[in-house]
């Protein structure tokens, strides 16, 4: 049979090197050397915002490059890998989320981040967000949401309010809207922050808590579509007169109904964490099914394994 | 093959029993009874015995009950189909009677469990009738509470009887089978069998003993095409995959579910189909081949996804294992109507490979090699099974799992620098650097979706759209060149050449040694390679007047099916025709000629 029909060549087109600077003495990246292509976003996009926090995350962590996978689907913010120098993949429309999971799940020592718009998370891929919350994978998700479809230019998105005039709802939206932190709750995500573009520091702290917790973190960002909705986000903005009220200290955040009250409240509510449980992870789960499984085998090569399977069929 | 009732051969040495070469058997009853276990067990002591086998069975689509059959073909000799006709029938209900005594062969043997069927009297003269009161005898055998549960082991005794089986060797399946279970579980299986075993048959009855199989060197694994592509794939190396559960591929995940962990590898189980393609995608990204599957419907579901592999030129193996019909179909059938979607399915020009297993065995190594075309060739490989393969058992000659088991753990050597969709890359072929690697110029990649510059970065030139729709073009062409060209069963000029693919391969070969045997010039040749072809069929073809292509699809709006319509679009041969049918059935060697024959003689009369 043709087994060595198919020999694999060795890489062809690299040169393995042995870098200069040794591994242990590298240092954290600049800004400069973590941004890639300029972002095609419109000028005031509050995503502009999303990833100047997200390069100050990598420089303040001293993550490097490669070590960080950025994942997204489709959508403006979507758009987010390309603006990053690090591995990176701009999967299809709604399925980021599965395909950071195959990431995540088969490599431990990567921190895998998605980002995603409304349209994205919660209406093409609405079934893998609740999945992947439910499933406890280990990444952070950051959702930018706009309440709008930007890059198709003024649909009615899943977050869009009731009476927003958009092209497919001349009339003003019908349907009602998702509330992202309550699905994010009740479908299972372990960690629920909700943010503002309009202010980076709250933005860094909630990408830093994400990061850190061990499990599928949801950070809900607005940021808003200056072209296409346009002063949507100004109740939440001290700026624009509005209020930025934080999460109370008081609040409970492994209180899951509690939780569930503060995103019931009326806009611009409260930003912060909401909501955060230590879960054992997806990723825990499998670990601990293989070691189980292979304490039973130890010491066989792969071969034998599949030998002693064989050995059951005759 | 067998062509009277159990030829018998000069019986030697054993007085009471006449020596045969092979026997087709045929048990039919309803889906609990347990008929596929004794099957099973027939299966695997033919390959503890040297013998071939091979079996066929269809399932009701039903959740629980409903007519089930299940065919065993035990041969001395080759055996390459399950068989046209059965020597032997046993019908555990009138129904399985009524339906079943049409598959016999004149003079076939039919077993019945006179408890429940009353036998026809107009057939009485067709067949040798057996009324047995199995179910009766099998509550007598066990006592009391387990019902006619257990009746499968009893006429697995008869059987056994019946073709003078070895009996410890299927003493020791059946504890086999229930190890782990309560001890009087297994004993009361015992008894079932030894009761039907010593069920005292009238002394007109003739026992049968098979020729001696041929000794083969190697050990034999008996096992049905699903498993042999589960264990093909971790051979190959993969250790993770996604799924979600449809008949006839859910065998497969539930088997790496189990399996993987012990190689320190996964199989999740997600919420739809969608979802499984884009994990095994992801996993793919972070270094090492996985793999998804599905049947028909699925498939459907996960071309968006193909399309972004193919795009992004990821490698992935996604297993198809065909049923009938479109939409939900013809579930638990067989059919190679997904052949199309398969090659082609999908929107803009997605070049990707497709390959399809001969058989049992051949799913072990096919897998292997679909690993290894998806890894050299950084592209998505669907190997196109089916619901036959797949639930057929084979004995085969055990693989040297020392030689073929492969590690393919990704390399994070760090690189000077890199260039994924590098356009001056041998024969167009990219090359990805997992997540993880460092790149010393501080360039990373990005894996995308949309057309894309050599770094992966999007780019809306018209030229370099061009350029890297022509590289994902041109690295199937490479593969095409390295194909081995397909070897002609039976002699490289006649006149009908038989063309076929995947799980067909059995009775086409039976159907030319058939036509052999009559003096017709007629040969086979056999496609494993679907997509990308090998070169130089065009070659083959001109040793025959006609080419035939026999597949289990619809002859289509134009009259060719689905590799007969892709081969007449390669090829542009007029001498290119389908012989097809659709009834959800495997193939049988009789149709294969009369079809063949018949279409040979309305185009010898200048029709089509």
Same mark, same amino acid.
């Given at each position: ?19 200069? +600077? ?45 070590? +960080? ?16 120098? #690090? ?12 395909? #950071? ?55 009615? @998105? ?7 005039? @958009? ?64 002063? @949507? ?82 | ?6 030829? *018998? ?9 006449? $020596? ?36 066929f069975?269809t399932?009701?689509s *039903?959740?629980?009950?409903?007519? /089930? ?12 189909s399950s068989?046209d ?15 079943? *005594? ?25 067949? $040798? ?79 049968? $003993? ?15 095409g ?20 449809i008949t006839p591929w ?44 599905s049947s028909g419907p699925g498939i459907s579901l996960k071309t ?14 996604i297993i198809d294992v065909q049923r009938g019909g479109p939409s939900t179909g013809m579930p638990t059938n067989v059919e190679q109507s997904d052949l199309n979607i398969a090659c082609f399915g999908g ?5 990707r490979?497709v390959v399809a297993p001969a ?23 669907v190997v196109l099974t089916d619901q036959a393969i797949a639930t057929r ?43 993880? *690697?460092?790149?010393? /110029? ?54 009908i050449l038989l063309v076929g693919w995947g799980s067909t391969q059995g009775p086409i070969?039976?159907a030319?040694?058939?036509? $052999? ?5 007629i040969?086979a040749l056999h496609l494993k390679h679907i997509h990308?072809l090998?070169?130089?069929l065009?070659?083959?073809f001109?040793?025959?007047?006609h080419v035939f292509v026999v597949e289990m699809n619809d002859g289509g709006l134009y009259g060719h099916g689905q590799l007969a319509m892709i081969l007449r679009a390669r090829f542009a041969d007029s001498k290119i025709h389908g012989v097809n049918k659709t009834d959800g059935l495997t193939w049988k060697v009789r149709e294969i000629l009369d079809q063949s024959q018949a279409l040979a003689a309305r185009l010898?009369?200048?029709g089509a």
């Amino acid at each position: 049979m043709s087994t060595t029909l198919f020999q694999i060549p060795p890489r062809q087109n690299t040169i393995a090197i042995t870098p200069s +600077i040794p591994e242990a003495e590298r240092k954290g990246l600049t800004k400069k050397e973590i941004a890639a292509d300029h972002p095609t976003w419109c000028p005031g996009c509050g995503d502009f915002s999303v990833l100047a926090l997200y390069f100050k995350l990598i420089e303040k962590r001293k993550i490097l490059h490669e070590k +960080i996978t950025t994942i997204a689907g489709i959508g403006c913010s979507s758009r987010f890998p390309y603006f990053v120098q #690090a591995h990176g993949a701009h999967f299809i429309h709604g399925r980021a989320l599965s395909f #950071a999971s195959g990431v995540s799940l088969s490599r431990p020592d990567l921190h895998v981040f998605a980002f995603s718009g409304d349209g994205d998370a919660f209406s093409i891929g609405g079934n893998h967000f609740n999945h992947t919350a439910r499933k406890n994978v280990k990444m952070t998700l950051v959702v930018m949401d706009n309440w709008v479809y930007g890059l198709t230019k003024k649909q009615t @998105s899943p977050t869009s309010p009731q009476g927003f005039k @958009s092209k497919t709802d001349q009339w003003g939206a019908k349907d009602r809207p998702i509330n992202p932190m309550k699905q994010a709750i009740s479908a299972g995500a372990t960690f629920v922050a909700r943010t503002t573009h309009t202010n980076p520091n709250h933005v860094l702290q909630m990408m830093e808590a994400a990061m850190d917790h061990d499990g599928f973190s949801f950070i809900e960002c607005l940021s808003e579509c200056v072209e296409f909705y346009e002063g @949507s986000f100004d109740a939440s903005n001290p700026r624009k007169g509005g209020k930025f009220e934080l999460v109370p200290e008081a609040h409970d955040v492994s209180n899951e109904l509690a939780a569930y009250a503060l995103a019931g409240e009326d806009f611009p509510g409260k930003f912060g964490i909401f909501y955060k449980s230590n879960r054992p992870t997806k990723n825990a789960q499998e670990a601990e099914i293989i070691n189980d499984i292979r304490s039973k085998n130890q010491g066989l090569k792969d071969w034998q394994i599949l030998q002693k399977s064989f050995d059951r069929m005759k | 093959m067998s062509d009277t009732v159990l030829a *018998t051969q000069a019986a030697s040495g054993h007085p009471e029993a006449s $020596r045969i070469a092979e026997a087709v058997i045929r048990i039919a009853g309803n889906s609990q009874d347990g008929i596929q276990a004794i099957g099973g067990f027939l299966a695997r002591l033919a390959g503890r015995s040297e013998q071939e086998v091979m079996t066929f069975m269809t399932i009701p689509s *039903t959740i629980s009950g409903g007519p /089930s059959i299940f065919q065993v073909r035990i041969g001395s000799g080759e055996v390459l189909s399950s068989g046209d006709e059965a020597d032997v029938l046993l019908a555990f209900y009138q129904h399985s009677y009524d339906e079943h *005594t049409g598959s016999l062969k004149k003079g076939g043997i039919v077993i019945y469990d006179s408890d429940h069927v009353e036998p026809n009297p107009e057939l009485q003269p067709a067949y $040798r009738h057996l009324g047995i009161p199995i179910s009766s005898r099998t509550v007598e055998a066990i006592g009391g509470t387990g019902k006619d549960k257990g009746k499968n082991i009893f006429v697995l005794g008869l059987v056994a009887k019946m073709f003078d089986l070895n009996v410890p060797k299927l003493e020791k399946l059946v504890s086999e089978r229930f190890t782990g279970k309560d001890a009087s579980i297994t004993q009361n299986a015992l008894n079932a069998f030894h009761a039907g075993y010593s069920f005292q048959l009238d002394s007109a009855w003739q026992t049968f $003993r098979f020729v001696e199989g041929q000794k083969r060197g190697a050990q034999q694994v008996v096992m049905n095409g699903n498993e042999a592509l589960g264990f093909g794939l971790i051979a190959a190396g993969v250790r993770f995959g996604a799924g979600y559960p449809i008949t006839p591929w859910s065998d497969i995940m539930e088997l790496l579910r189990r399996e993987l962990p012990k190689y320190g590898g996964a199989f999740i189980q997600c919420e739809d189909e969608i979802a499984s393609i884009s994990m095994a995608i992801g996993a793919s990204y972070a270094g090492r081949v996985a793999v998804t599957g599905s049947s028909g419907p699925g498939i459907s579901l996960k071309t968006e996804a193909l399309g972004w592999a193919v795009m992004a030129e990821m490698p992935l193996v996604i297993i198809d294992v065909q049923r009938g019909g479109p939409s939900t179909g013809m579930p638990t059938n067989v059919e190679q109507s997904d052949l199309n979607i398969a090659c082609f399915g999908g929107h803009g020009d997605s070049p990707r490979v497709v390959v399809a297993p001969a058989n049992v065995e051949d799913c072990f190594y096919t897998a292997i090699d679909a690993v290894n075309i998806a890894r050299k060739y950084s592209v998505p490989v669907v190997v196109l099974t089916d619901q036959a393969i797949a639930t057929r058992i084979e004995a085969f000659e055990q693989p040297d799992l020392e030689k073929v088991a492969q590690d393919i753990s990704p390399d994070f050597t760090p690189v000077s620098d890199f260039k994924p969709y590098d356009l001056q890359a041998p024969d167009g072929v990219t090359r990805h650097l997992p997540p993880g *690697t460092r790149i010393a /110029s501080g360039k990373y990649p990005v894996v995308t979706g949309l057309e894309h510059d050599e770094l992966g970065h999007p780019t809306g030139s018209p030229k370099m759209h061009m350029q890297m729709t022509a590289k994902r073009r041109m690295k199937l062409q490479a593969l095409s060149n390295e194909l081995p060209l397909p070897k002609v069963f039976g002699p490289s000029e006649g006149q009908i050449l038989l063309v076929g693919w995947g799980s067909t391969q059995g009775p086409i070969r039976e159907a030319v040694e058939k036509a $052999r045997a009559q003096r017709l010039a007629i040969s086979a040749l056999h496609l494993k390679h679907i997509h990308p072809l090998p070169n130089g069929l065009d070659k083959v073809f001109s040793g025959f007047r006609h080419v035939f292509v026999v597949e289990m699809n619809d002859g289509g709006l134009y009259g060719h099916g689905q590799l007969a319509m892709i081969l007449r679009a390669r090829f542009a041969d007029s001498k290119i025709h389908g012989v097809n049918k659709t009834d959800g059935l495997t193939w049988k060697v009789r149709e294969i000629l009369d079809q063949s024959q018949a279409l040979a003689a309305r185009l010898a009369k200048g029709g089509a």
